[in-house]
């Protein structure tokens, strides 16, 4: 078999993210995969500029890059309850590509926050999000990391062994996923 194609999907836009510490500890518990992670750094969606200018080069990237991987795994922090402004934008970019880079595509999604609920509202929120593109959705075990500047250590990895016992599990099941998949 060759090497799965992964992408990592960050909610928040800074290098030094949580959000972005969770998807490398994601993709180093997955195993063996070809992994990057996306760049969401696109205009705000305004349909007068589509109008005008179509698509976005990087906006099509982002759904070219869905569309060839294996699975997507989405980490975001929670803004005022909620998906960032940066994801839900992309999320909206991406639905106005051709076709549907995200239907029956395994989904895996998590959150990184500084709160005591690590994000749990906006992975529900998140879900609502892309249920109408008609992803495969894996729904645990949830991943939801609070006060997640405090638990990487220096070198980015997971210091918790709960939480990094249920990221494998995640992720195994994500490659279960792909592995039983047959297109329709």
């Known amino acids: 078999m060759t090497r799965p194609v992964l992408l990592g999907i960050c909610g928040a836009l800074r290098a030094d993210s949580t959000n972005r510490k969770l ?23 305004d349909g007068d500029a589509e109008d ?20 997507v795994i989405i980490s975001t922090p929670e803004y005022n309850k909620g998906v960032t402004g940066v994801l839900k934008n992309a999320l909206d970019w991406v ?21 005591r609920a690590g994000g749990e509202r906006a992975q529900v929120m998140l879900r609502a999000c892309l249920t109408a593109f008609r992803p495969r959705l894996l729904l645990g075990p949830e991943i939801a990391l609070h006060d997640s500047a405090n638990q990487f250590d220096e070198n980015g990895r997971l210091t918790g062994e709960l939480y990094e016992k249920n990221l494998d599990t995640l992720m195994q099941s994500l490659r279960a996923e792909i592995a039983d998949w047959q297109p329709a």
């Open 52 to 71: 005008a200018n179509g698509i976005p080069q990087a906006v099509q990237t982002l759904s070219d890059q869905i569309a060839a991987a294996d699975a």
């Open 95 to 115: 639905s106005r590509t051709k076709g549907n880079p995200w239907k029956d595509k395994p989904v895996a999604t998590m959150s990184a926050a500084a709160g």
């Open 23 to 45: 998807l490398n500890e994601a993709a180093r518990l997955f195993g063996e995969a070809e992994f990057a992670i996306a760049d969401l750094d696109f205009p705000l969606y």
